[in-house]
């Protein structure tokens, strides 16, 4: 079965600071480059940040330097530290596989105002 579930979002201010984490089934997960994803209304959802089975990473421009995507094999779980967070971070956040066309989990919703 097919699952994943994130969480770990919510309210902060400017320059905050958040961690998201994503379980997700062994279908998914296993020897598989797992990313998060972020939509913000009225946009399309963005790859913002990847990691292979064997740890390698990439990010988007826009969060290099301040986001840190990690994962744990023996869990199937994914992480991403959020530092020095900006208004336009806000967005529901999502953990897949990279190159998914679904299914997606319910996303975590992350909103970064003053």
């Known amino acids: 079965q097919v699952q994943l579930v994130e969480s770990g979002g919510g309210l902060v201010q400017p320059g905050g600071s958040l961690r998201l984490s994503c379980a997700a089934s062994g279908s998914i997960f296993s020897g598989n480059y797992m990313g998060w994803y972020r939509q913000a209304p009225g946009k399309q959802r963005e790859l913002v940040a990847t990691?292979?089975?064997?740890?390698?990473?990439s990010y988007v421009d826009s969060v290099k330097g301040r986001f840190t995507i990690s994962r744990d094999n023996a869990k199937n779980t994914v992480s991403l530290q959020m530092n020095s967070l900006k208004p336009e971070d806000t967005a529901v956040y999502y953990c897949?596989?990279?190159?998914?066309?679904?299914?997606w989990g319910q996303g975590t919703q992350v909103t970064v105002s003053s």
């Open positions: 897949n596989r990279v190159g998914s066309s679904g299914p």
């Open positions: 990691i292979s089975s064997g740890g390698s990473t």
